[in-house]
């Protein structure tokens, strides 16, 4: 048995944005607490922004290298051929202690023509002002560890007239207006660029009044989101999110599915996250990042959108799954017990809770998991055993089997 067909650890590298936590992710591993950065998100993937690397006989591999060096082996047939020798996921743990940027993500088609657009234009990669990173969409699926607060989806327009109304701010009445006049998607495009060209000085004071009625007036999320995101970005069009997205709060294993074009922010929380292998992100507010408005409401869609959670589904004693309509990747969570797998299919397992043994075929050392471990099971792999003594979240691709 080649290297390719064995199973490995994944060294995974965490990423450090101003809105993580410093002990969420710290507590999962067993390090000391607090740690020394916010740390937000646990990459486990290819992306080449933040690479897991593959611990193979000492060596410490780009997972992307690792796959180039026989796609098929790793991958398998199917899905080489479906995606090339790329990983067409990326899975995520999130840290949530602060409000992620409002923000929306482009489909297969925008990502793609973007990304070309751009290198045309000469912007680097990692340049600040760049909208797309990389030509992949980034559908998303977000399953909660613990109680996980976010915003996603718009209300109908007659329900954000409504509460635009009971806030009773006259600075956004010319703003409203479109909506007025055409109470459908095109009108809540129309009103929604408004808010976004508002002058400064107006739309600072139109946030400020919305925060100060939304306390008075509001006693669902708008009344205590509102000011919280008005305190912390005074002026941004993005504070009144809670007036015109649902509001939706995750109990653990409860999930959200976010599609391509949904506007979407996430609040606090600790999650698994699995999406497209992207870091395309359009930004609306909520953020010091750059904000191309052009090219955000060329992504978004206006219809209204569900906020409706997934509950996962039982496919196997101890395994369920989550029914999401995407092509690039599968989340299922295998609970406490022996989980026996023939092989046949790419897997990635990923320790959310606890801990778990992988017991592997051929000779050698058994893999330990603990929190935030994770392991690539090859498409040519022989099947494993995996002692679950906690939770593990498992992706697979669909149709890959």
Known sequence: MNRQERIHLLENPIRSYAWGSRSALAELQGRPVPSVECEAELWVGAHPLASSRVVADGERIPFA?????????????QLARRFGAELPFLLKILAVERPL??????????????FE????????????????????????????????????????????????????VERLEPVLAPLR?????????????????????????????????ATRVDDDASGVWLPRLAEAYPGDPGALAPVFLHFVELAPGEALFLPAGELHTYLYGFAVEV?????????????????????????????????ESLRAEMTAPGV???????????????????????GGRLEVLLCTQGEAELHLPEPGPQLPLGGGCAALVPAASAGYRLEVRGVVHRVTVPGSA
């Open 181 to 213: 006049r055409r109470p459908d998607a095109a009108g809540w495009r129309e009103a929604f660029r408004a808010l976004l060209e508002l002058a400064p000085a107006d739309l600072a004071a139109a946030v400020g009044e919305a925060a100060a009625a």
């Open 275 to 307: 999406m497209g292998n992207s870091d395309n992100v359009l930004r609306a507010g909520l953020t010091a990042k750059h904000v191309d408005r052009e090219e955000l409401l060329a992504v978004m869609r206006f219809e209204t959108g569900a906020a």
């Open 65 to 77: 290298d690792w796959i180039a060096r026989a796609p098929e082996t790793v991958l398998g047939r």
């Open 101 to 114: 940027s409002l923000q929306a993500h482009p489909d297969a088609a925008q990502a793609r023509t973007g």
């Open 320 to 342: 369920s799954g989550y029914d999401a309509p995407a092509v690039e990747f599968r989340l299922e969570c295998l609970g406490r017990g022996d989980h026996v797998v023939s």
């Open 117 to 168: 657009r751009e290198d045309r234009a000469g912007i680097p990669r990692d340049a600040a002002t760049r909208c797309y990173r990389d030509p992949h969409p980034k559908p998303e699926l977000v399953c909660a560890l613990r109680p996980f607060g976010a915003l996603k989806g718009f209300r109908p327009p007659q329900e954000i007239l409504a509460r635009f109304a009971r806030l009773g």
